[in-house]
């Protein structure tokens, strides 16, 4: 059975920073691309920042030279450092895998929420 298990979100003031990690169990977790998405109330989802198997990342816009994603793949977990927080990053937070090519896979942890707020 797939899990990814988010922690690390929580209420923030804004300049401030958290870590998100997400582990993931159930997979094989080195060969797929993992991903942080987020979505705000009233918000559709978004991709906020991704990392491929072989490390290569991307970022949306508005997190860059902010945020920063990193994975271990001797630990299945992928985290995302958050710094310089502002009130428009508050959102739940979801990790994602996804794994391409013939056999594609697509799989989602709870969300975990995340609040900048003084």
Known sequence: QVQLVESGGG????????????????????IYTMGWYRQAPGKRRELVAG???DDITNYVDSVK???????DNAKN????Q?????PE???VYY??????????????GQGTQVTVSS
Request: proline residues 2%; hydrophobic residues 35%; glycine residues 8%.
């Open 11 to 30: 209420l923030v003031q804004p300049g401030g920073s958290l870590r998100l990690s997400c582990a993931a169990s159930g997979i094989d977790f080195s």
């Open 89 to 91: 990053d508050t959102a």
């Open 77 to 80: 977990t992928v985290y995302l």
């Open 51 to 53: 990392i491929s198997s």
């Open 95 to 108: 990790c994602n895998a996804k794994r391409f090519g013939k056999i594609r896979r697509d799989y989602w």
């Open 82 to 86: 958050m710094n310089s927080l502002k």
């Open 65 to 71: 030279g902010r945020f920063t994603i990193s994975r």
